[in-house]
């Protein structure tokens, strides 16, 4: 939701305070690692439903991993397109990866409500 303040914005999001993403498998298996560099944000149903200028906002991820640390303790950028392994954890393999990000708001961004789609993909 934005509430336009006349000035530029960059609000973020640690990826510690963000959104962690559990990964099991086979341990010692290598997976690869793909997400949305970078997303744009509409209000285009806000525009619809409330009248308004159409806007956008771009969101820039900030991805993470604590290896198989399910606290945030010591982690490492996780890279678009890169290959790990996972850790073994009982038997299980396992990563687990934190999502945060960058909003860059312009000082006359259009009021309302933002969605868009990050996509994350695991992949053996």
Do not use: C
Not at 5 to 19: A, C, D, F, R, W
Not at 95 to 111: D, R, T
Request: glycine letters at 10%.
């Amino acid at each position: 939701d934005v509430v336009s303040t006349g000035y530029i914005q960059n609000l973020s999001k640690l990826p510690e305070t963000g959104v962690l993403f559990e990964v099991n498998g086979i341990p010692r298996q290598r997976i690869s690692v793909d997400y949305s560099s970078n997303v744009v944000l509409d209000n285009s149903s806000w525009v619809t439903g409330n009248g308004g200028q159409l806007d956008n906002i771009s969101f820039t991820p900030m991805v993470e991993h604590t290896r198989r640390n399910s606290s945030y303790i010591n982690p490492r950028n996780l890279r678009n397109g890169r290959r790990i392994r996972l850790r073994n954890v009982s038997g299980v393999g396992k990563l687990f990866v934190w999502v945060g990000g960058n909003l860059e708001i312009k000082s006359n961004q259009a009021v309302g409500i933002y969605t868009g789609t990050f996509n994350i993909t695991i992949a053996y």
